[in-house]
């Protein structure tokens, strides 16, 4: 999965894509819900369509089961990301602001984070 990612950054897309496929079978054989939301927010970067907001919401869903905040914020600029590139300019501002709301009152007993999720 991180060598997915590292190569997805260093624009080798093709050997990453196979990567990042690889770690989401395993993952999903595995059933680890920590792992799986990591897999599903790398999943993101290979899919410019529905599929990829679909594991952007699996992202969102398994990090709030496991109380992962970061990667709660992760999925929802992943969603911001599809839907400002689809000029859906409304519904990226609605996960902006939850993205924005999440690092003001998440995890830290309604008060403001020093350090931000995401």
């Given amino acids: 999965m991180q060598l997915g990612y590292y190569l997805w950054n260093k624009d080798e897309k093709l050997q990453a894509t196979e ?13 680890n819900k920590r792992v799986l939301t990591r897999v599903y927010h790398f999943t993101t970067f290979i899919y410019e369509d529905r599929r990829g907001v679909e594991y952007a ?8 089961q496991t109380g992962e905040g970061d990667w709660e914020c992760y999925a929802l600029m992943d969603l ?11 519904s990226a501002l609605i996960y902006a602001n939850e993205a924005y709301e999440g690092n003001l009152h998440g995890n830290n007993g309604g008060k403001a984070r020093e350090k931000p999720n995401c």
């Fill in 19 to 31: 990567f990042i496929l690889n770690a989401l079978q395993l993952a999903e054989k595995e059933n």
């Fill in 57 to 64: 919401f699996k992202a969102r869903e398994l990090s709030k």
């Fill in 80 to 90: 911001v990301n599809y839907y400002h590139r689809w000029e859906k300019c409304d």
